[in-house]
């Protein structure tokens, strides 16, 4: 008997022959006329004749659906399916498959083997066709079933696995590795110290590798040798050994680990199990000559590889085979040889989208036509490089518009792959790697707008630029509008609330746990519990509320002109900065203009920036003053030359104020500082007489976006109870420091907190929590109520890990989490403590500080740190900051007369920047609505004329 006829049988009797003694058989003459022709379809399939077999299978299926036999006609209609798939007949699988699934789902128990197999066969062909969403949607309704029933531990955990894959491929590599995890802890429980373990490592190994975490990657795959390494060439668990030996050695390619990646390639070569792993050896093969730049080796593996797949079942499903046709652009392209390189990466697109068979490379599928969005991407990405740089050699019009055209259709993939993402970090790390996506595509635009004059590829360019920055804030923003208008019931949003709170919580618990092994498991596995409900949860609201989810993704860029509108009635003019590989690009908006500036060698700014702020950590001793003072001013200068001056210059019309809209390192660039004249190096010293700030001529107030700065300019007041409230905290007695960063969680008094609160609770008729009164409960319960909040305090941030972020109070701490899920209208939060605005920095993003998470709890302004502070030299200058507010000055405008305030008054041993140039405002920069400024005085003059005009006109 051949072998595919001996893998029928196998099929028939692992799922045909046990209908028959199913409890659910009837008696009928229908029944079991269909019990005939489905012997006939077994003895068919094991003389290998596939067409009869099936033509049986079709009326043993018509047999059982008249005779009213649920069971045995569901478990039909799957069998048909699995001849379809067999045949490659995708086009007719499907609709028998998914009606094999809604006919179980219908008429069968839950639980029952046949409706569960039926999810299975569904689910296994979206997976196998990159159709990631629906098999997500299935692979849920399977584990729910799974649990229902009290299944077994491990098909539960295999649940996991599966639903980890589906994720990973669709680009939420967050729910992957938690799923990945919580499978993981079932089989540490159920089975452990088995070589089924080694699997599981390995792929957690294979998610690190594919988001380039390679040294944890390695770690993983190490643990997984290790439980696989009793596998024996007859166990079915050969292939996971076969298959972590070859991931091991792609990691070490993409460490440049070329000798020790080709070893684990022959070892994975002596125990090779079957095809499918030997196609994937010869990629990698190929892989490790491409990175080694040997052209041709690669390609010959890559042909190998190419002719074993074409012959097998197995691994030439579109994702697969749009991999080896990627690898084949790449090296083409690496080549130079690049009509071949966009031929393979059009090839990618087609076999992609099955539904596009446009054979003309310039031309490309629509966003929603793809199968696998990722693979997709990479694809785009190839074909719109390989096009610009053909321009390049041949100054093409056509091969330019191309290149935008690949673009376009990725930055709207991009967004549709992020739209179906709930997990934050995986949202983090798409905004990381679309931002070469993006640089290329302002890229082109630019290079049309010279080409062609047109200014709507200006426009364009700026509106790319807007598309990946601050995504996740505005998204947030959105969302916590939409609820108000989406008809969500009340009930569901406190339970969304309690979720949120409660993983807080226990994401506090694991921060404290830290040397309790027992503790941190039990908390993660809380923790996946309580965000498992949430993220199901989230999905309701989008599927059942339409008006939530369209207001909720309502992130389009700002309509330019809208923009241009609010710009004239603040007279700002607006810099916003892109950090690219290759350049950095500025645009500076006005009321009437739009222009942009490509600024090249990034390297020199990025040293420059953090030469700047080396210096700013502490001010210099009197031995290193003057080498201080000289390296301080040349960064500071050359940062304004390349960044600034640049913009500012060419205007038509001058602007009483600044916005800046930083990018990626800018965001730690404090502008205030940068000087718009050299410095004299005979008179060394800080002082404004000495040194011409940037802030001398300019308010300067900044923003995640313009998108944000827009929504920001058109919000509504709100009406307070309060106007103000103070916190100082008080913390360990007997020692006091003189700035407010935390080592270690050492926090010590502050010298000056609690009276610089008591000032500006003068000074506004507020109210203030000062010692054990400034604890948490306090804020969270009373901090809604307030127009104004300040927190004179301790700060601790952590540069790689935004839910490690701490503001301190009397009690305890709260962190990023924490605050996110306040609820905060405030018109101004004030953080008078260190690296407020300081944090992880992620990129397209932003930082990942305190100040913005108070922006998300829903604040209109904050005032945020860019280092750790001087203490008593900071109350000084947030004195000055709301007097300034009080006279009815702009938030940014009072910040920039505090600082110039403080520095002419200040002596010459704290006229450093150190002490007085840390603080940035963030967010809405207008005048409080509750101050009434230099009006008041105006309104008295007003009396005085107009009682001096009475008294001339009606005097007796």
């Not at 008997?1 to 028959?20: D, G, H, K, T, W």
């Not at 393979?344 to 629509?366: G, I, K």
């Not at 830290?514 to 519990?529: E, G, T, V, W």
Request: with cysteine.
């Amino acid at each position: 008997m051949s072998q595919r006829s001996s893998f029928f049988m196998l099929f028939i009797l692992a799922y045909c022959l046990p209908v028959f003694s199913s409890a659910q058989e009837e008696d009928s003459v229908l029944v079991k006329k269909g019990d005939e022709y489905q012997f006939k379809a077994v003895d068919f399939f094991g003389k290998n004749q596939i067409d009869s077999a099936l033509a049986n299978l079709i009326i043993t299926a018509d047999f059982y659906q008249r005779g009213r036999s649920p069971y045995k006609y569901t478990s039909t209609l799957n069998d048909i399916a699995f001849v379809y798939y067999y045949q490659k007949r995708f086009s007719e699988f499907e609709p028998i498959a998914f009606k094999a699934y809604e006919y179980a789902v219908k008429h069968l128990e839950p639980d029952h083997e046949i409706t569960i197999r039926s999810h299975n066969t569904l689910q296994a062909y979206y997976y196998s066709i990159g159709n990631f969403d629906r098999t997500i949607d299935i692979l849920k309704k399977l584990l729910n079933i799974r649990k229902s029933k009290k299944d077994n531990k491990l098909e539960i955990a295999t649940n996991y696995l599966n639903l980890a894959n589906a994720y990973k491929f669709n680009g939420d590599q967050e729910n992957a590795f938690n799923y990945l995890q919580k499978a993981l802890s079932i089989q540490l429980d159920t089975l452990p110290n088995t070589p089924i373990i080694g699997e599981t490592h390995k792929d957690i190994g294979l998610l690190f590798h594919d988001i380039g975490e390679l040294d944890s990657a390695l770690v993983y795959f190490k643990r997984a040798e290790a439980f696989l390494a009793p596998v024996n060439s007859k166990s079915p668990l050969i292939s996971n050994k076969v298959d972590n030996l070859i991931l091991t050695a792609s990691t070490l390619n993409k460490k440049r680990e070329f000798t020790t990646a080709e070893y684990y390639l022959e070892k994975a070569g002596k125990i090779l199990s079957n095809d499918f792993y030997k196609i994937k050896l010869l990629e990698t093969q190929a892989e490790i000559h491409f990175s080694k730049n040997e052209f041709n080796q690669a390609l010959k593996f890559l042909e190998e590889a190419n002719q074993i797949a074409e012959q097998s079942d197995k691994k030439n499903t579109p994702p697969y085979r749009a991999r080896r046709f990627q690898l084949k652009g790449d090296i083409y392209s690496k080549q130079g040889q690049l009509k071949e390189a966009i031929a393979n990466y059009h090839q990618v697109l087609l076999t992609l989208s099955p539904v596009f068979t446009d054979q003309e490379a310039q031309n490309n599928p629509q966003p929603e036509q793809f199968l696998s969005p990722s693979d997709a991407l990479k694809g785009l990405q190839g074909k719109a490089q390989s096009f610009y740089r053909r321009y390049l050699q041949n100054n093409s019009l056509e091969d330019l518009q191309a290149a935008y055209g690949a673009y376009r259709v990725a930055t709207e993939l991009i967004r549709d792959i992020r739209q179906g993402i709930i997990g934050v970090e995986s949202k983090k790390i798409l905004s990381e790697k679309s931002v070469a996506i993006y640089e290329g595509a302002i890229q082109t635009a630019l290079e049309l707008y010279q080409k062609e004059g047109d200014p709507s590829y200006q426009s364009a360019a700026f509106l790319l630029a807007e598309s990946n920055k601050a995504l996740l804030l505005l998204e947030n923003i959105n969302e916590q509008a939409a609820k108000g208008f989406a008809g969500i019931p009340d009930s569901l949003l406190r339970r969304e609330k309690d979720l949120k709170i409660k993983i807080a919580h226990f994401q506090k618990q694991l921060l404290e746990n830290q040397a309790d092994p027992s503790a941190q498991n039990n908390l993660k596995a809380d923790i996946f519990a309580a965000q498992q409900k949430l993220n199901q949860l989230t999905e309701d609201f989008e599927n059942n509320f339409p008006r939530y989810y369209a207001l909720k993704y309502q992130n389009d860029p700002v309509d330019l002109e809208q923009l241009q509108a609010s710009l004239v009635q603040q007279d700002q003019v607006l810099l916003e900065y892109f950090v690219g590989e290759q350049s950095i690009y500025l645009f500076v908006v006005t009321p009437t203009e739009l222009k942009t500036h490509q600024i090249n060698e990034p390297e020199q700014v990025a040293n420059a920036l953090w030469q700047l702020r080396s210096m700013l950590a502490t001010p210099p001793g009197e031995d290193d003053a003057q080498t201080a003072f000289t390296a301080f001013t040349n960064a500071a200068y050359l940062l304004f030359d390349k960044l600034v001056a640049i913009g500012l210059t060419q205007l038509e019309t001058s602007y009483s104020r600044l916005v800046i809209i930083p990018d990626d390192l800018l965001n730690y660039l404090p502008f205030n500082l940068l000087l718009s004249e050299p410095a004299h190096p005979e008179r060394p010293g800080y002082s404004p007489s000495q040194l011409h700030y940037l802030l001398a001529d300019y308010p300067i107030g900044y923003h995640y976006s313009a998108t944000l700065l827009d929504k920001s300019q058109q919000q509504a007041r709100h009406d307070f109870d309060h106007e103000f409230m103070g916190f100082a905290p008080s913390f360990r007695e007997g020692r006091n420091v003189v700035n407010r960063s935390c080592t270690a969680d050492e926090l010590y008094s502050l010298r000056c907190s609690e009276s610089e609160v008591a000032a500006i609770s003068t000074l506004l008729q507020g109210q203030q929590s000062v010692g054990s009164a400034a604890n948490t409960v306090t804020f969270t319960e009373q901090a809604a109520n307030y127009r104004i909040l300040h927190l004179a305090t301790h700060a601790c941030v952590d540069e790689t890990d935004a839910n490690l972020n701490k503001i301190f109070f009397t009690d305890d701490f709260l962190t990023n989490e924490d605050l996110y899920n306040l609820d905060l209208q405030t018109e101004l939060a004030v953080l008078s403590a260190c690296n407020t605005g300081f944090g992880e920095l992620v990129r397209g993003e932003g930082v990942m500080s305190l100040a913005r998470a108070f922006i998300q709890a829903g604040c209109q302004s904050t005032l945020l740190s860019m280092w750790a502070v001087d203490d008593c030299a900071t109350s000084e200058l947030m004195v000055g900051f709301y007097e300034a507010l009080e006279s009815g000055a702009a938030k940014d405008e009072a910040l920039q007369q505090a600082q110039l305030a403080y520095l002419e008054a200040a002596s010459r041993s704290k006229q450093h920047p150190y002490y007085w140039g840390a603080f940035a405002q963030y967010g809405n920069a207008r005048a409080l609505s509750g101050s009434s400024p230099s009006w008041w005085w105006l309104g008295g003059i007003g009396l005085i004329i107009l009682g001096w005009i009475g008294w001339r006109f009606f005097k007796p």
